[in-house]
């Protein structure tokens, strides 16, 4: 009720939440007298007014009739005031508990801040004492090492010093011994030429002695050994019984030791030739014991198996279809009626099925087949002879009979006149000519070559038939891409067994169009076509060939394929560059120039051919041969034209070529090693021996250009004039 008395009226209330200072304590100089000196009473700053106006307000209250409301009043506004004071006084408990939660913070981060500041501090002190131990520690390792260093050189010129000082101790004991061992050997000399010319007379004595005594021993060893043997022998012969016995001994032993190992090597060839393969032999359809034991389903499914068609899965031109369908039906009826079969010559680019055909010819026929390559036979040198009989003596035992085909034959039966051959590789060409020189009843040759030209003439004369294998026309071609889409994706993708897909699109319209854009590629480079969509499909993701990855498969065959052919022009154009000389200056097949008035051989100039028109496929030289007869045959024999003198484009090389012996070539037939076959067959005796050229007189050896896609050209001599003008 302070309100009542007037109390705190002026002064204004603090805010909350805050503590209230205490009053500040009265002045010590302030008093309440009127002098300052006398202390003063505690009412003597009392104002009574509020007492009055108190007690006034009591009385009118206590007239009025509304005094006990105001009492209640009074006191319900002293106890809101009560609460007020308390809540305020929670709110300054509240208030300082704050700040003493504030002052732990404070005091609580002050002293984080401390510790870490402590712990830098500690870090630092560690670290420069870390630092001052290393550096400490690398001086106390820089002095142990520069001890250690002058200790090993001190060591070092010890032991050098003692190494000098052994030394000299050792060369000085070394002379010491020898001079005492000369001195010695010289003592040991004298003594013992003094001994040996005292006891020189003893020393004879001895000798002459020791010699008699052991030619006594020898006479008496001869005469005992000799009385012995004379004993034995006379007994020996006097006993015919002994003497019998003996004899037939020896020769059953002699006579079986020839008979084991003569059976010995003839049962090894047997057996070899029977029951092996030759080394020169790469591939092979004959049954042998080794493969049949490694495999015998196969080999029981090959011998019960049924002959085939001969163009089973070969894709050829109808024409040449029809031929080779002639072949095989003429080779399966020949094996039938027991006849003499044909050699085949199969030439054209590489991948156009020539040794496909040779193994369904084969098949069709009831042949086995063996394949060898040309390649294998340079490498053999002086063992080529031995190992090319041994095949032919291998095709000889066979009873079904043996397709034996030559692939890549032009590496080996190269002309023997213009090319330069090994002398093993020649000895091995006439011991095949000597074993192909009559058709066989029990084998089939078939050569497969891709440069027919340079074949040696011999070989020439010992084909029958020539098939030329050129490149897939467009029909071909369409064929061949319907047959390895079949083969490579069709079956695998329907097959259910390979992760391969294919997507929907048309077939047959997508193999005519790649057809169409594969012109001039083989049949191997089609089917290697097929196999690279087949790994396209492996090797994407879901397994799907889409025709995207098809055409892009095409589209890279086909710039691999203009790649090569470019290389192949570069090649030949350089080639022929090389040869321009010789070519124009009409290069001879390196016969043998005859004398005057001898008939002359045919000559043969081998021009060169542009690199387009051999990839056309053109008539290769071989099927031009037959020119030549007719070209005899028009003008006449070879015998009925004498020509006066050699022509004037050949006379420089008459003079330059060297002199060849007249012993090449002589397992051939009879034709010279540098002369065609027309050459060796001009005749026998007299006219024979007129051909040769005499002693003295120079032989042609000139190289014939080597250009794949040459075509002999075949003139006779009546064609060249001769140089003194006179008619032939």
Known sequence: MSWLFGLN??????????????????PAGSSGGSGGDKPKDKWSNFDPTGLERAAQAAKELDKSRHAK?????????????????????????????????DQIRIQGEERRKTLTEETKQHQARAQYQDKLARQRYEDQLRQQQVLNEENLRKQEESVQKQEAMRKATIEHEMELRHKNEMLRVEAEAKARGRVER??????????????????????????????????????????????????????????GVYSARNATAVAGRYIEARLGKPSLVR???????????????????????????????????????????????????????????RNILMYGPPGTGKTLFAKKLAVHSGMDYAIMTGGDVAPMGRDGVTAMHKVFDWANTSRRGLLLF??????????????????????????????????????????????????????????????????????ERERLVRLYFDRYVLEPATGGRQRLKLAQFDYGKKCSEIAQRTEGMSGREISKLGVAWQAAAYSSEDGVLTEAMIDARVEDAIRQH????????????????????????GAKMGFTLPQEGVPLAQEVVAPALEGSERDAGLLPPLEAAPLAAEGLSSGGSPESKPVDAVPQEAAPLAQDSPTLPAEEGAGSGGQTGTAPPEVGELGSGAGAEAA??????????????KDGGAESEVKSKAEVPPKDGTPV
């Open 9 to 26: 009226k002026g002064q204004p209330e603090p805010p909350p939440g805050l503590p209230v200072p205490p009053p500040p304590p009265p």
């Open 69 to 101: 409301e105001a009492l209640e009043l009074a006191r319900m506004q002293e106890q809101s005031l009560q609460m007020e004071h308390q809540t305020k006084i929670k709110e300054y408990e509240a208030a300082l508990e704050q700040l003493k939660g």
């Open 198 to 255: 005292e006891n020189a007379d003893i020393i004879r004595e001895q000798i002459r002695l020791k010699a008699a005594e052991h030619r006594q021993t020898v006479l008496e060893t001869i005469r005992t050994a000799g009385a012995v043997f004379g004993e034995g022998f006379r007994a020996f012969v006097s006993d015919w019984d002994k003497v019998t016995a003996t004899v037939a001994g020896l020769t059953l032993l002699a006579v």
């Open 283 to 341: 591939e092979t359809s004959r049954i042998t014991v080794a493969e049949a034991v490694k495999h015998p389903i196969k080999v029981a499914k090959r011998l019960t198996s049924k002959p085939q068609d001969a163009l089973e899965g070969v894709v050829l031109s109808p024409t040449l279809e029809e031929r080779v369908r002639d072949i095989a039906i003429a080779t399966r009826n020949t094996r039938q009626n027991r006849g003499l079969y």
């Open 406 to 475: 030559v692939d890549e034959a032009d590496a080996f039966l190269r002309k023997r006149s213009t090319e330069k051959i090994s002398e093993d590789l020649r000895a091995t060409l006439n011991a095949f000519l000597y074993r192909t020189g009559e058709q066989s009843n029990k084998f089939m040759l078939v050569l497969a070559s891709n440069q027919p030209e340079q074949f040696d003439w011999a070989i020439n004369d010992r084909i029958d038939e020539i098939v030329n294998f050129a490149l897939p026309g467009p029909e």
């Open 562 to 585: 203009l790649q090569k052919m470019d290389w192949l022009h570069r090649e030949e154009a350089a080639m022929a560059a090389a040869q321009d000389g010789p070519a124009e200056s």
């Open 692 to 705: 040769l050229p005499q002693e003295g007189e120079a032989k042609t050896d000139t190289p014939l250009p």
